[in-house]
Structure formats: structure tokens, C-alpha cells
């Protein structure tokens, strides 16, 4: 299994090859986010790939990487914190770009998967707080790229189509992936490409916790 932080990147970097969110002048409003998803790639490979922060956000950890083009400038971890305001969040991001010598200035863009929907917000609004910039959020409605074959697309997980989006530019087919976290999932890519199913299933952390209580 290849990071999924790292397969966040590659679902920008290798599918897009586009930097999928501009920095945006702090006068100017941006440009509605459904626009930026649907760039075409032959339209913007003249445009330089800046820096790229990218945010994993699991149930138990936040996983913080900046990319330079392919090139991973640093990976940091954070408690994922329903509590926490925009303002904790920002603080955070900033000491860790502060640990790598980083500024603000120096990202162009932000990308987000996430399976926590009450930490996805609060982190978009530390982002721009901190950056100036919107974060763009794997969903429905993002090219990807991936052929979904599932009874109901929409419900796949964004974190499960930016592994699924990154394996398949990495290894090859078919495919199975497994993300072992808070929970543990299995993605099935069949041998032509298509997402045909999956499974989530509990964590190790949390089947040895059940085994020790019930037994």
C-alpha cells in the first residue's frame, strides 16, 4: 500500500497534470470552483506546477504533505480534532511550514480528501485564512478521471477515488487497494481501469480494542 497522502498528490499531479487551483489575487474574487475542477489538461500544461499543500483528513490523524511537482517537500501529522476552530487549524499548518522554512506565499494550491464532513469546512476556512486560497475537495463533480462502477457513485469516498486515481497511475492492473487506518477499506479495480467495488471494514486499532473488551 502506497501513502495515501501520496496518492492524494498523484490524483493532482499525474491525472491533472495541471496545478488545479490557482493563487488567486486577495482582491480578486476567485473563479468558481466547478470551473477550476473542469480545466482541460491541454489548456494549462503551459502553466507552471507550483507548490501544491494537500490534506488527508482521516478519523483519527490529519495528514499535512506540500509537493513540488512530483517532489515531497515535507509530510507532517495532526490530530483530526472536531472541536478545533479555523483559527487551531491555521496555527498548525503555519508551524508546519514554519518547521520547513516555508511561507504562506510560497503555496498556489490546496487540494483536500476527507472523510470527516464537520472537519472539511472548518479546515477550508484555515486554509484560506492562512493562504488566501480556496481548497479544492475531491467529490462528486471532480473530473478524476476514475470509471466508477458502483451502484451509486457519488457515495464512494473521496479518499478511496484519490488512492484508486494514484494506483492506477503507479501499478498495474488489475487492482486491489488496501488503506489500512481508522478503518479498513478495500478498492477493487478491475482489469480494464474500472472502480467495481469495495469494502470498509473496522481498523486494526479498533478489532483489538472490541477483542480485548469482549473477551
Same mark, same amino acid.
Given at each position: 500500500?502506497?501513502?495515501?497522502?501520496?496518492?492524494?498528490?498523484?490524483?493532482?499531479?499525474?491525472?491533472?497534470?495541471?496545478?488545479?487551483?490557482?493563487?488567486?489575487?486577495?482582491?480578486?474574487?476567485?473563479?468558481?470552483?466547478?470551473?477550476?475542477?473542469?480545466?482541460?489538461?491541454?489548456?494549462?500544461?503551459?502553466?507552471? #506546477?507550483?507548490?501544491?499543500?494537500?490534506?488527508? #483528513?482521516?478519523?483519527?490523524?490529519?495528514?499535512?504533505?506540500?509537493?513540488?511537482?512530483?517532489?515531497?517537500?515535507?509530510?507532517?501529522?495532526?490530530?483530526?480534532?472536531?472541536?478545533?476552530?479555523?483559527?487551531?487549524?491555521?496555527?498548525? &499548518?503555519? @508551524?508546519?511550514?514554519?518547521?520547513?522554512?516555508?511561507?504562506?506565499?510560497?503555496?498556489?494550491?490546496?487540494?483536500?480528501?476527507?472523510?470527516?464532513? @464537520? &472537519? @472539511?469546512?472548518?479546515?477550508?476556512?484555515?486554509?484560506?485564512?492562512?493562504?488566501?486560497?480556496?481548497?479544492?475537495?475531491?467529490?462528486?463533480?471532480?473530473?478524476?478521471?476514475?470509471? &466508477?462502477? #458502483?451502484?451509486?457513485?457519488?457515495?464512494?469516498?473521496?479518499?478511496?477515488?484519490?488512492?484508486?486515481?494514484?494506483?492506477?497511475?503507479?501499478?498495474?492492473?488489475?487492482?486491489?487497494?488496501?488503506?489500512?487506518?481508522?478503518?479498513?477499506?478495500?478498492?477493487? #479495480?478491475?482489469?480494464?481501469?474500472?472502480?467495481?467495488?469495495?469494502?470498509?471494514?473496522?481498523?486494526?486499532?479498533?478489532?483489538?480494542?472490541?477483542?480485548?473488551?469482549? @473477551?
Amino acid at each position: 500500500k502506497e501513502n495515501s497522502l501520496e496518492l492524494v498528490v498523484k490524483f493532482v499531479n499525474l491525472n491533472y497534470n495541471v496545478l488545479v487551483t490557482a493563487r488567486p489575487s486577495r482582491k480578486t474574487r476567485a473563479e468558481p470552483l466547478s470551473v477550476r475542477a473542469n480545466v482541460l489538461v491541454t489548456a494549462n500544461r503551459k502553466r507552471r #506546477i507550483g507548490m501544491i499543500l494537500t490534506i488527508d #483528513i482521516g478519523n483519527t490523524n490529519i495528514l499535512l504533505g506540500c509537493f513540488k511537482g512530483n517532489e515531497l517537500v515535507f509530510r507532517e501529522r495532526i490530530s483530526s480534532k472536531r472541536e478545533a476552530t479555523d483559527l487551531e487549524y491555521a496555527a498548525m &499548518i503555519k @508551524t508546519a511550514l514554519d518547521m520547513y522554512t516555508l511561507t504562506p506565499k510560497q503555496i498556489d494550491g490546496a487540494i483536500m480528501a476527507s472523510v470527516v464532513p @464537520t &472537519i @472539511t469546512n472548518t479546515l477550508k476556512r484555515a486554509i484560506e485564512k492562512l493562504i488566501g486560497i480556496e481548497t479544492l475537495v475531491v467529490g462528486p463533480g471532480i473530473k478524476s478521471g476514475l470509471s &466508477i462502477r #458502483i451502484d451509486n457513485p457519488a457515495q464512494l469516498g473521496s479518499d478511496l477515488v484519490a488512492e484508486a486515481v494514484g494506483a492506477l497511475q503507479e501499478y498495474p492492473l488489475p487492482q486491489i487497494i488496501i488503506d489500512m487506518g481508522t478503518a479498513t477499506t478495500f478498492s477493487v #479495480i478491475d482489469q480494464h481501469g474500472f472502480y467495481v467495488g469495495g469494502m470498509i471494514t473496522a481498523g486494526m486499532a479498533i478489532s483489538a480494542e472490541a477483542l480485548v473488551r469482549s @473477551t
